[in-house]
């Protein structure tokens, strides 16, 4: 299985802007440039776009090991916030939080547990990001 996504790119890192397209359709020539990923302004950025892969992935990751235990969840939440950062003068991810939200009635604690910490070794893209990952469990 292969996916992809492309971007575009005209100018110098300040002044220049971009492209982000998926082959999916989801994003079509979204713009993104300097204001976006270091100055809070209103459009995407790489590290947004690595968090929504990242959360996505991880509620799939564990909803699946929670089936497999004869969970179903009614819920399960996540939120990833990507950590840029510059080091020695270069920007680094450098961790990615998962927050996560579990509705999941009468389900037995020892079995969520379980379920979360084989999604945190087996989540595809945890395994992608060559940065800390830490998980904070909410279960409702």
Not at 98 to 107: K, N, Y
């Amino acid at each position: 299985m292969k996916r992809y996504a492309s971007a575009q790119w005209s100018g110098d890192l300040k002044g220049g802007k971009g492209t982000i397209s998926s082959k999916s359709g989801a994003l079509t020539n979204q713009p993104f440039g300097f204001n976006t990923r270091f100055e809070d302004k209103k459009g995407t950025n790489p590290e947004e776009l690595i968090g929504a892969a990242h959360a996505g992935c991880f509620a799939m990751a564990f909803a699946n090991e929670l089936s497999s235990l004869d969970i179903v969840p009614k819920d399960v939440s996540t939120k990833a916030t990507v950590h840029l950062e510059e080091i020695d003068g270069e920007f680094k991810i450098t961790r990615s939080d998962i927050d996560v939200t579990l509705d999941a009635p009468g389900a037995d604690r020892s079995d969520i547990d379980k379920a979360l910490k084989a999604a945190e070794a087996g989540c595809p893209v945890s395994n992608a990001l060559n940065a800390e990952v830490k998980v904070t469990l909410t279960v409702k």
